[in-house]
């Protein structure tokens, strides 16, 4: 684990970066001596030609393609269209009419490959010689100073850890497979005609066909980070944040990367948290169908999910850390908290709250050692189930036992975790996103964050269970 008194900026591979972001055009320079040698076997005149078409139109594309912000389908579309029109020139020029001798069909084959090259770099999603994009360092410079601000004030700010695949699609970020686990930072829009407790985003009822960020809930900057930077970055952001919480969010099954970005976001705006936000995405498919897939990712994701959380709670500044699990979530955060409160009690002691939104785990399975495996390691959790929770009736009827977050036949009542049925909240979604569509359970969350005590919370009643006490919404 890196310690804070070592530079993140200091090391080969960080003056590698500093040295990309001064010199945007590498790519050029890289292909220099390439033509060069191709110089002594084509001669100067055609090396001269391809020098002056190519590189430009190269390094251009490159530099569009490593845009993280959508640089727009007809910017691209003009790119590509020049392209076509220089090579499709220049081959002519040079190559009609044809002749059939061994230095004609070499020189030929060798503008095909220069022609191919130049074509495949619009299929990149980052620059081959540039790497990953670079985040901005300056932020370390004045450490007295607020951040830099990544996206227009109305925007979310969040950190994230992942261990999906980098995906090759622009504007997806990260894939269903499993990868390398990445750190990085991402801001998500928020428009202004926000409603609470609704995720906006595009709608073909509405002829809304690609997102709008004045309109919707979506990642408009997106930036992977090594995780020294990383770290480094989250304990600045913490020591300057209004106030010193964080809340870490680990979403269920069903739920792309750039959904659980939304989801956080809209969690963060709807609770007024001013303090800092991250999430953990792991290698769920995002469908309805592969539920077993899912099952298998989140037991595999275990470990990296362990890493995150000790550097999340060895690197921040905060006093208060809220972890909020939903769904299939839960199996992993608390497998991993109990283990950490086990190994690092230091670090779990920081945790001040583990919120367990409709957790997917056997309700059997979660009274006999879940639930008393948090009470002994000193964590404080929530438990809020709902009887409509549809991803919850789906695993039901595959595993056949009742879930921790079903209210059905009872609710699930561990002495020393408060329990709340959530299944009569009123809200104009319902199902497997409750947690984050209501405004009720919102509202709950918000009171147990500023340290209100369940029996003095607007809105909820205490009710009576074979298992003990727990607590309902009023109707």
Sequence with gaps: MPRPEDNPRTGKAETIRMLARMLPWMPVLAALPGFCLAALWLGWRRV????????????????????????GLSLRVLAAASVAIVIGVVGVREFVPPRYDAHFLFNMAVYVVLALL????????????????????????????????MAEPNAVQLFYGTDRQRSAIPGRYYGGFRGKMAYGRCAVSIPRTHTMGHLEGPSWLRLQFREDPARHIVIVTE??????????????????????????FVHGYNVTFTKAARLTAQITHDLGFNGTSLFYSWPSKGKISPYMK????IQATEAN????????????EADEVFVLAHSMGNRAVTHVLSSLARDEPALAARVRHVILAAP???AQYFLNSVGPGLVKA??????????????????????GEQRAGDTMPQVVVVKGITTIDASGVDTSFIGHSRYAEGRSILSDIYY?????????RFGLRAAQSPDGPYFTFRP
């Design 223 to 248: 930036e992977p980070y090594d995780r020294g930077l990383w770290c480094w970055a989250l304990r600045t952001e913490s020591e300057l944040a209004s106030t010193r919480q964080v809340l870490v």
């Design 448 to 456: 147990l964050m500023n340290g209100r005590d369940p029996a003095d």
């Design 118 to 149: 130049t074509a495949i770099t619009f299929f990149l999603p980052e620059p081959l010689f540039l790497g990953p994009p670079v985040p901005d360092v300056r932020w370390f410079i004045r450490r007295n100073d607020r951040p830099l601000p």
């Design 360 to 362: 997917d785990i056997d």
């Design 48 to 71: 001269g030609v391809a020098l002056v078409f190519f590189l430009p139109l190269y390094g251009l594309i490159w530099r569009i393609s490593a845009w993280r912000v959508r640089p």
């Design 305 to 316: 999910l362990r890493e995150f959380l000790t550097y999340a709670l060895a690197w921040t």
């Design 294 to 297: 899912d099952e298998a990712s």
């Design 378 to 399: 000193g964590l404080r959790a929530t438990l809020y189930a709902s009887s409509d929770d549809v991803a919850l009736q789906l695993s039901k009827q595959f595993h």
